[in-house]
């Protein structure tokens, strides 16, 4: 324990600001409540000004054109929708942090990612803080054979883990998780915005001096985000978020910042009994188990990234016993639902304030993108007139407050995509390039506003 007088420090559990006071809002992120105390003394607080200095042996400023990149740094993890998400695979000395959920599976698909670098070869070491060595060897059983360059620790205490790794010299390293671990030199306790800071300054360090490429396990809080969370995405390279229904055995790996690569990428994986499966199709996962001939229901497109993701829309509109209707929406936005409903009532003169509404994006897929608006239209109207919509349609569109459909981006993609999984007819924004043309296997239909859409499927 550092010596000297210790002092209260307040941090704010969302930015990680720092104030010698408590708050009721802060500053920094304007989020309320969020301040807890943590005891630091006042050696700490000298040296974490100074906590950042990487240690490097010479100042040697260089120019661009010296600098090499060398491809083969990028580590393939054996798991394409992985290395897709990290920008082409592991940066040799990166820190990538893994957030989500408990039990959404981080500690699987980090210790699956170990699985296959040991197989090849490749010296690899995982820490975990939260399970002992016969939990891992458990969970290790059920993922399948694991070659002996992968080593196990099982430690909290952050100084001799950096020594293992200094003496080890491994070329990949997991915390599993940065919450447990601890280091002597701040007072606070494991899981604080100070410890938390500190461990990941001194992988950082780790990371970037030997070099090693560091992957970090962080927990989620109830807002979701990670526990003095947006401390830790300034300082790592990448952060991946694990996201997906706990009950449902679908999970979506999404990229929020990423130094190597683009941040849009999304990798799909499954949940099996032998741990977790790459969906190489993801459409088609999403479409699987679609009712056929039932009101209420089309399919619409997203972009995720560089990859045109098909999901079924589902409303049920029926008739509200209660004054104010009820609306609700899961997988969207519900306000921008709000707004679509309101744009069909006065636009196309339906009776909706008397109905109430419910919005689905099935298989938990949450979308923002509002080029499903006219999806979610046409799934408002099919169900509002209890009229199934043919299978084979394919809608997408952003609607406009007077009713017009306005033209989205990559729409051929979308459409290839469609076409890809045999669908038979595309709803598309009339403003989109004029290439895309009907084929004999698929027929556009170009619409300018919502009642040219009504008046051509009803
Ligand atoms: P885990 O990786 O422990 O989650 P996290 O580290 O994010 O807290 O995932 C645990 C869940 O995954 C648990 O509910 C069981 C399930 N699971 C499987 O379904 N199949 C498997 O092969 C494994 C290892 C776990
Ligand atoms: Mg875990």
Redesign the pocket.
């Known amino acids: 324990m550092a010596k000297g007088k210790t002092t209260s420090v307040f941090y704010c559990q969302n930015c990680g600001y720092e104030s010698s006071k408590w708050m009721g809002q802060c500053p920094g992120c304007r989020e309320w409540n969020t301040f807890v105390e943590e005891t630091v003394s006042r050696a700490e607080l000298k040296q974490s000004a100074g906590q950042l200095k990487m240690r490097s042996e010479r100042l040697k400023p260089c120019v661009l054109r010296d600098v090499v990149i060398r491809e083969e740094n990028k580590i393939s993890t054996g798991l394409e929708e992985l290395d897709r998400v990290l920008g082409g695979g592991i940066v040799q000395g990166s820190l990538t942090l893994v957030g989500?959920?408990?039990?959404?599976?981080?500690?699987?698909?980090?210790?699956q990612v170990c699985r296959n670098l040991a197989a090849m070869k490749r010296k690899i070491l995982y820490i975990s803080g939260?399970?002992s060595l016969t939990q891992i060897k458990m969970?290790?059983q059920?993922?399948g054979e694991f070659s002996d360059s992968m080593l196990l620790l099982c430690e909290t205490e952050l100084d001799l883990i950096a020594d293992t790794i200094r003496d080890m010299k491994p070329e990949v390293v997991v915390i599993?998780?940065i919450q447990t671990m601890y280091s002597d030199s701040v007072s606070a306790a494991p899981g604080s915005v100070s410890q938390v800071r500190e461990a990941t300054a001194t992988l950082l360090q780790l990371a970037k001096g030997i070099p090693v490429s560091v992957f970090i396990?962080g927990?989620v809080t109830k807002e979701g985000t990670v526990a003095g969370p947006r401390v830790l995405e300034h300082m790592v390279d990448t952060v991946l978020y694990?996201e997906g229904d706990?009950h449902a055995?679908y999970r979506i790996l999404r990229g929020v910042k990423n130094r190597f690569g683009s941040t849009n990428e999304i990798g799909v994986f499954e949940?099996?009994?032998?741990?977790?499966a790459q969906v190489q199709n993801a459409s088609e996962y999403m479409l699987t188990g679609r009712p056929e001939h039932a009101s209420g229901s089309v399919v619409s497109c997203s972009m995720e990234g560089t990859r045109p993701l098909l999901v079924e829309i589902q409303a049920l509109v029926c008739h509200s016993n209660f004054g104010i209707p009820r609306r609700q929406t899961t997988g969207t936005d519900f306000n921008r639902v709000n707004l679509l409903l309101a744009v069909l009532e006065k636009r196309s003169g339906l009776q909706l304030s008397g109905c109430d509404a419910y919005v689905n994006i099935t298989g938990g897929m949450k979308i923002q993108e509002p080029a499903i608006d006219l999806g979610v239209i046409l799934a408002i109207l099919s169900s509002f007139r209890n009229v199934a919509l043919d299978a084979g349609l394919m809608a997408f569109g952003e609607v406009g407050l007077s009713g017009e459909v306005r033209a989205v981006s990559m729409a051929k993609l979308r459409v290839q995509e469609a076409e890809k999984l045999g669908f038979t007819t595309c709803v598309i924004p009339a403003a989109c390039a004029k290439e895309i043309q009907s084929t004999d296997k698929i027929k556009i239909i170009r619409v300018n506003s919502v009642q040219e859409a009504m008046d051509a499927l009803f």
Not at 100 to 111: A, N, Q, R, V
Request: glycine share 12%; aromatic share 4%.
């Open positions: 989500g959920d408990p039990g959404i599976g981080k500690s699987t698909l980090l210790l939260e399970e969970r290790a059920r993922l599993d998780s396990v927990h694990f706990r055995s949940m099996r009994e032998d741990g977790l």
